[in-house]
């Protein structure tokens, strides 16, 4: 008795794993998709490991008074062999904020999306799968928030609410949410008139295990795709808040679009950073790199999961 | 269904939405009632003055009641008052200020989806036809550089390197040369506002409040050549970060659209290519494009809010971003409203020009 369940056990696991393989299969096949994958695996090796490895607090970038005996508090230093990427204003370590910034961002945005799509995932199966009532409360729910400029709704968020990690995860989450919830909604509704579901139901299952065991996992591709995409909006977007200065823990806080802010606001506004290109070039482009890299991912997701596109 | 009874319709089923709207801005308003009630007293927070204000705002009352006279105020637009923070004069009524923030912002943003459409739309038709060629790989780039550009570095980016001390050659310095700004309307990238008009030193109004026509209505052509030049490099910006959803969505139903079997027929009985592509496939394409037009917008004022703030530029999004320095909540909150009508607004606009084009929607 064991023994077979076992077996039918084992034997799910590999279909699945084979799927698996030949998806990835397909995704290898196209190049761009691969440098993607490549480029987002470096930056959340960098997230995890980099804090670790340059050491200090991973809370605040590393300030160099003085270098060569030289005082370069007001001057920043162009990119060198000393500092890869050069310093800022006030002496701030380019490479050591830019480095550490890759867990604050990284990280919000994978809790931002990661959240979204779980509370995007629930609604979005109850609209679909009961309909009624319920559903089409949720539905004007979704209405309503994707109505709100997504930006405006977030500054809202964070100065009412006040500015710290938690307010910021939640106020996105919040934002975030609807998109998942339609995707989910629309792909249970033709899911859900496949045989294999009238047979679950015929056979007697539950609403619940109905749609956990079936429904979810068939329609689950298409969130996938979506999280790939919407990682680089959240980047794009907690950046912006960071250098709008509706950030969190404190003014030097190392997060990308934060030094861009940082420079232009001890600088003295923009025209003054001219000269001093890389302290706003630099930290833009390590959002620029991560953020097309998701987007060529996403892409590639897209392409493969696809059947259409793959014959 | 005729197209009033359809535009009235469409119009009945925003009321939801708009309460809905106005609850989610009660909410906020409410959460953080210290916040609130320091807005309105500044340094001086007595508890007897708290005590006024409170009453004032009818914070002593149940919830209901006060959601009630929240809406009642939205509508008479009475939308509170500025708070003290150091950047405005406090005591300001807070519509006043709108009525001074919002032409500038629409002025921002009607250029750039000017400019979305003029270079978003020949953009996805060429790549749909062009499918996989020079034009489509180029465009492909174009947008997917687009949407992954953070706004605030491209504004950034056009000011440091075609500014007046630019790095790069002097020919490139296209905002300008030497330290003479390039408008009489403000010092990109500073606080400096240098306004067109002094109104209250000449005496001279402002018509409409929006800077490209009042300096037609007084005749001024040089000004409004400047005015144009000024206000193209914060519209460019946004428009090239939010063309990219347009051209991307209108290139893949045109080639949805192109293998139909009306579009076959269309060929195989002679009809010129580009006629079948502009009156058969792309008249039908932009219909599936209305239906991401929603989230055009959103992108697009999110853009404008950071982009004004980079540029300088006096509208809605510069005071949301002074208003959320300084804490200034009625502000915030007025600027949320405003922002999401806009989008509601756009959104009706773009359903009814859809059903005008498209008569069987409205048989749904």
């Known amino acids: 008795m064991t023994q077979s369940v076992e077996s039918s056990l084992g034997r799910i696991l590999r279909a699945r794993f084979d799927s698996f393989k030949k998806t990835f299969y397909f995704f290898t096949r196209s190049p761009i998709a691969t440098i993607g994958l490549g480029v987002v695996i470096f930056y959340i ?61 990284v990280g919000v945005a994978a809790a931002v999306v990661l959240s979204g799509a779980l509370i995007g995932t629930i609604l979005g199966s109850i609209a679909g799968y009961k309909g009624g009532v319920v559903g089409e409360v949720i539905m004007r729910l979704t209405d309503i928030f994707l109505s709100i400029p997504f930006l405006v709704l977030a500054i809202a968020f964070l100065v009412i609410l006040g500015r710290n990690l938690t307010i910021m995860v939640v106020a996105l989450a919040i934002i975030w949410w609807p998109t998942y919830t339609r995707i989910v909604r629309g792909q249970v509704l033709s899911v859900r008139e496949l045989k294999y579901v009238e047979a679950s139901v015929a056979a007697g299952s539950s609403s619940i295990r109905t749609v956990m065991k079936h429904i979810i996992p068939n329609s689950i591709y298409p969130i996938f795709v979506q999280v790939s995409l919407d990682f680089g909006n959240v980047i794009l977007t907690i950046a912006a808040l960071f250098y709008l200065g509706v950030g969190f823990a404190g003014y030097y806080t190392p997060e990308w679009g934060n030094l861009i802010g940082l420079a232009t606001d001890l600088g003295g506004g923009i025209p003054a950073v001219t000269q001093y290109w890389w302290t706003v070039t630099i930290p833009g482009l390590a959002i620029l790199i991560l953020v097309v890299s998701l987007n060529l991912l996403g892409d590639g997701l897209r392409d493969v999961t696809d059947p259409r596109l793959r014959r | 269904m005729k197209l009033y009874v359809y535009i009235i319709r469409r119009i009945l089923l925003l009321i939801p939405v708009i309460i809905g709207v106005t609850v989610l801005t009660f909410f906020l308003s409410h959460a953080n009632l210290t916040l609130l009630i320091d807005g309105y007293l500044g340094r001086i927070r007595t508890p007897a003055h708290i005590a006024i204000v409170k009453a004032e705002l009818h914070l002593n009352m149940p919830v209901y009641a006060q959601y009630f006279y929240y809406l009642g105020n939205l509508f008479t637009g009475n939308w509170g008052y500025l708070a003290p923070t150091e950047l405005f004069d406090a005591g300001t009524p807070v519509f006043v200020e709108f009525e001074r923030r919002f032409p500038p912002t629409m002025e921002l943003a009607l250029l750039a989806t000017a400019l979305v459409l003029v270079m978003g739309l020949p953009l996805g038709v060429f790549s749909a036809v062009k499918k996989d060629r020079l034009t489509d790989q180029a465009t492909r780039v174009l947008a997917m550089v687009g949407v992954s550009i953070p706004v605030f570095w491209l504004g950034i980016l056009i000011l440091i390197y075609f500014g007046p001390n630019s790095v790069l050659p002097f020919q490139l310095r296209l905002l300008g040369s030497g330290q003479i700004p390039p408008s009489y309307y403000y010092v990109p990238g500073t606080s400096i506002l240098e306004p067109w008009v002094n109104t209250k030193v000449s005496g001279l109004t402002q018509p409409t409040g929006f800077l490209l026509i009042d300096t037609l209505y007084y005749g001024d052509v040089s000004a409004f050549l400047a005015g144009l030049y000024t206000l193209f ?132």
């Open chain 1, 45 to 105: 090796l960098v997230a995890i490991f980099g804090p670790v490895v340059l050491g200090g607090n991973p809370w605040k970038t590393t300030q160099i008074l003085q270098f060569h005996g030289v005082y370069i508090y007001n001057v920043p230093q162009p990119p060198s062999i000393y500092f890869p990427f050069g310093t800022t204003f006030e002496g701030y370590n380019l490479f050591n904020g830019v480095v550490k910034a890759a867990r604050i961002d």
């Open chain 2, 233 to 364: 490099w914060p519209a460019l910006t946004v428009a090239l970060t939010s063309f990219a959803l347009v051209t991307r969505f209108l290139r893949s139903s045109m080639l949805e659209v192109m293998g139909q079997d009306y579009v076959r027929t269309a060929r195989s009985k002679g009809v010129p290519e580009h006629f079948v592509i502009h009156k058969h496939v792309r008249r039908n394409a932009l219909g599936a494009t209305t239906t991401v037009m929603g989230l055009f917008f959103a992108t697009l004022l999110s853009g404008v809010v950071v982009t004004e703030t980079v540029f300088g530029w006096p509208g809605m999004g510069r005071w949301l971003f002074s208003a959320a320095i300084g804490g200034d909540m009625v502000s915030i909150m007025a600027t949320t409203f405003i922002f999401t009508i806009i989008i509601v607004v756009a959104n009706l606009i773009v359903d009814i020009i859809y059903s005008f084009l498209d008569p069987r929607v409205r048989l749904e």
